[in-house]
């Protein structure tokens, strides 16, 4: 498996129309059964770092089969220099986040588990290259506290990021 480029993750397609068959794959709606409400994620999100010169960015909705679809993409000045398909998927009764991103696992989500929803979300895959967890952490209704974490060629690795809706002034301490 390819390394994952660092957060955003987002969008997995929801649009097409489906046959019988393709219906049939569509994961149920996500439970609201975790303490962190997902739609708290619906919106758009951004992270400004390197004195502006680097904004990382997430849009999340709702998809139509009732998943979460997220895009995520990093801006250096005007260029996307990254692009990301996100997802939080039922499968199989259980919470997974998806990340797709073109030219890396032959084009295939990479799946991360839930692991604990009650005061953040965290998602794991031990057996992915990296990153291995990936952590949302509410902060108030307009932030949230990413982290990217994992073994990357030996070494422990994190990436964080401050999170704010677009248009809100909070700020994230």
């Known amino acids: 498996m390819k390394r994952l480029p660092l957060l955003p993750l987002c969008f997995l397609a929801a649009c097409s129309t489906e046959s ?13 059964s ?7 994620l619906l919106g758009e999100w951004s992270d400004v770092q390197d004195s502006g ?11 139509k089969d009732g998943s979460m ?12 220099v990254f692009i990301e398909h996100l997802g939080i998927l039922n499968i199989e009764g259980k919470l997974h986040y998806a990340a797709t991103v073109g030219g890396q696992n032959n084009g295939q989500a990479v799946l991360f588990a839930l692991e604990h929803g009650t005061d953040s979300l965290v998602f794991t895959n031990p057996a992915h290259d ?20 994992g073994t990357s060629k030996g070494k422990f690795v994190i990436d964080r990021y401050d999170f704010v809706r677009k248009g809100s002034r909070s700020m994230v301490e």
Do not use: M
Not at 69 to 80: E, I, P
Not at 130 to 149: H, L, N
């Open 34 to 40: 975790h303490e962190v409400d997902l739609n708290a």
């Open 130 to 149: 990296f990153p291995q967890r990936i952590v949302y952490a509410p902060i108030g209704p307009d932030a949230w506290k990413v982290s990217v974490s």
């Open 69 to 80: 679809a997220g895009l995520g993409f990093v801006l250096s000045g005007l260029d996307t």
């Open 53 to 63: 010169r680097t904004v990382f960015n997430e849009h999340w909705e709702r998809a």
């Open 20 to 32: 019988s068959s393709e219906t049939d794959r569509i994961p149920a709606p996500i439970a609201a």
